[in-house]
């Protein structure tokens, strides 16, 4: 199994900023991909961000284009959301996601149980 822990929420004025932070931790696993999801009250869960352990590739919501950045900590199994010119429609939950292997089997998605992101003046 593969346990995954987000810290970092927190309450913010519109315009400012936040990080979160993702820690992957189990045994005899390996990450292929980590990333961030939100969901927001009466919403479904949508993408906001990953990016491949290998080669860091990344991928974004449109939404969240240009303002917000994931790297990601290999040698800790970290994944980061640095969230800049926050705005009041990215309050949610934000969700970490890692999709691993255990022991060489199928690849399958890990989640945590949450952080809440409130933007709010």
């Known amino acids: 199994q593969v346990q995954v822990v987000e810290s970092g929420g927190g309450l913010m004025q519109p315009g400012g900023s936040l990080r979160l932070s993702c820690v992957a931790s189990g045994s005899f696993f390996t990450i292929y991909l980590m990333g961030w999801f939100r969901q927001a009250p009466g919403k479904q869960r949508e993408l906001v961000a990953t990016?491949?352990?290998?080669?860091?590739?990344?991928n974004y919501a449109d939404s969240v284009k240009g303002r917000f950045t994931i790297s990601r900590d290999n040698a800790k199994n970290t994944v980061y959301l640095q969230m800049n010119s926050l705005k009041p429609e990215d309050t949610a939950v934000y969700y970490c996601n890692t999709r691993a292997t255990v022991r060489g089997g199928p690849f399958t998605d890990y989640w945590g149980q949450g952080t809440q992101v409130t933007v709010s003046s």
């Open positions: 990016i491949t352990r290998s080669n860091g590739v990344t």
